[in-house]
Structure formats: C-alpha cells, structure tokens
C-alpha cells in the first residue's frame, strides 16, 4: 500500500512537472516580440527614417525629408497609418511557431509577394517581414521573417492593411465653419464678407446701411469648405503661369489664413492651397478635389447677394416724387 501510494504521488509530481514547463514555454512563447529592434527600444520608432510596403506588385516607399514624411517621392504620406502601423509591430508578440515548408506560404499569403514590411534606420535595416492570412485563433496572423522558412502565429496585426489610401494624406483640412470670421473672395469681383460677433450672421465689409441681403445659409455652407477638406490626387509643378478664375480666402481666428485658388474648368479643374501657418507645406502642389466640394467653390457671387426688401422698397419710395414732378411739369 505505502508503495503504491508513493508511486501515485511520484506520478503527481510528475504530472505537475510537465504542466509547469507547459505552462513556462507558452508564456515566454507569448512574450516573445515579433520585432525586437522596436520592442527594446523606446525610441526606436522615432528613429525610422524609411518604411516600405509591397503587395502584389504595389509599393508604397515612405521616406522622411526635412519637410515631412512623403509617399514614392510625392506628396505627403498619413502619419495616423505610419504610426498606427509601428506601434503594432512594436507590440506584436510571436505566439507559436507554425510551417516551415515553402509550399504552404501561398495558402498562408507568406510569399514574397504579398504584404511585406521593411523597416529602416538610416541605410540600415530594422526588420524584414511578411504579415499573412489571420488565423482561425482568436486576433492571431501568420508572419514570417523574410529569408527564414520558418512561420509564426503573432498577435496585434490583423488591423494592418496597405492601400494607397492608406498610406497618402487626403484630409488636408477639418476645419469647421465656425472657426471662420471672414471670406475675401474673388471672381467676377472681389467680395470682402465678415461674420458680426454678436450674432454670427455674415455681411459685407463696409455695408452699415444693409443696403444688401446675403443669403445667410449659403454663405454659411462656403464657411465650411474647409471642413473634411479632403483631395482625390496630387501633382507637384514649380510653375504655373496660369491664373486662377476664383480664389477665397478663409480668414480664421488667431490670425490665421488659408487660401484656396480655383483653376481650369469641369474635369480639368484643380485646387492650390496655402496656409499662413505653413507657407512652404503646399508649395508647388495642385490637387484635384472631391465633385461635391468643387460645387461648393464653384457658385456665383450674384447667388449669395440680393437687394434687401428694405433698400428695394427705398428705392421705389424714392422715385416717385421724380415721377411726380416730371407729370406735372
């Protein structure tokens, strides 16, 4: 009996044994970082001066200047993806380790081929990885280091995708019609509108008589242009003689100013922007913007100015005498 119970409670202790370095193994396993050249360095991330991504044939090769971060040489990348892109590889941890046969990656999506992610410092490389398919574990995605066979479950990646839309910056402005005080614009004329203080309505510069009403609702509508200020396309050209056929300028408060000028006609039409806060920042760029935004800019000014009753009817009042005195004479 005192045998059998020793070899029972051996059997135990062996059991507990397995179970701890089970339990051991997957712990570490799960703490492993996926990218140790970020995980370990706090300021790694601030340090990245390039970041390329490739899928099927795309590239999107973001690389930092002295103006910014800028997407294939041109125009600005979305540091919200860049960043949200980085902490997530920062993060990630290795789960488990899965196939090392080549001939499984392409039902993983682990090609060279599909979405690859190289990390840079300066000229030297950080990290060289494939994100795949996410798997049926729960926040889990197959990742593999490229050059090395063996694949991985990793955990935090699957909000990660690549598309130009991703990665180029479209919301220029968000600034809401509020924040605007006044609108210099020109076009067949030149308008100077002013928001009163008091009561928020808009008016012309100039006009203390109210000999002109201006409708309050479309004036209100151009005020928030800037608002998800968004473009479809951007090209960058040194010079343009071309001049532009209507341009605003959005007084805001503190002072600061942005104007947008209107060119070209229809299909052809496109936008120039600058901002007082950040003269160089649009330099030289034109954008091509979204049809809805583009049929706000392009109204009329005779669409937003009408006599007012009171000033129509001043000028019937005072016609009549004229007409008065002519009959009688």
Not at 6 to 35: H, R
Not at 107 to 128: G, I, K, N, P
Not at 289 to 295: A, G, R
């Amino acid at each position: 009996m005192t045998t059998s119970k020793t070899l029972v409670g051996l059997l135990i202790l062996a059991a507990g044994l397995v179970f701890y370095l089970y339990q051991s193994d997957a712990k570490d396993s799960e703490n492993k970082p996926f990218i140790a050249a970020l995980s370990d360095n706090d300021a790694a991330i601030n340090n990245l001066s390039r970041v390329v991504v490739t899928q099927d044939g795309q590239q999107y090769d973001m690389r930092e200047s002295p103006t910014g971060w800028h997407l294939n040489e041109g125009f600005y990348v979305r540091m919200d993806s860049l960043f949200q892109w980085a902490q997530a590889l920062k993060s990630a941890r290795l789960i488990e380790a899965k196939t090392a046969n080549p001939n499984n990656f392409s039902a993983l999506s682990l090609t060279e081929d599909d979405l690859r992610v190289r990390l840079y410092q300066d000229q030297e490389v950080l990290a060289d990885v494939i994100l795949g398919q996410s798997s049926s574990t729960p926040g889990a995605r197959f990742v593999r280091y490229a050059g090395d066979k063996q694949s991985w479950l990793a955990s935090g990646l699957n909000e990660l995708n690549s598309s130009k839309e991703v990665w180029q910056l479209s919301l220029i402005f968000d600034v809401p019609d509020t924040q605007v005080q006044a609108i210099e614009w020109t076009a067949e004329s030149t308008l100077n509108l002013i928001k009163e203080s008091e009561t928020g309505q808009w008016q012309l510069a100039g006009d203390q008589t109210g000999q002109q009403a201006l409708d309050q609702e479309k004036i209100t509508t151009l005020a928030g242009s800037l608002s998800g200020f968004r473009i479809q396309d951007a090209r960058h050209k040194d010079s343009d003689n071309e001049q532009p056929h209507t341009t605003f300028v959005f007084g805001l408060e503190k002072g600061r100013r942005i104007t947008l000028a209107i060119f070209g006609k229809q299909a052809e039409t496109y936008v120039k922007v600058t901002d007082s806060q950040q003269p160089e920042r649009y330099l030289g760029w034109q954008f091509t913007v979204p049809e809805y935004k583009l049929s706000t800019l392009n109204i009329s000014q005779s669409s937003v100015i009408n006599p007012s009753p009171e000033a129509a009817a001043g000028t019937e009042t005072k016609s009549k005498p004229l007409e008065n005195q002519d009959s009688e004479s």
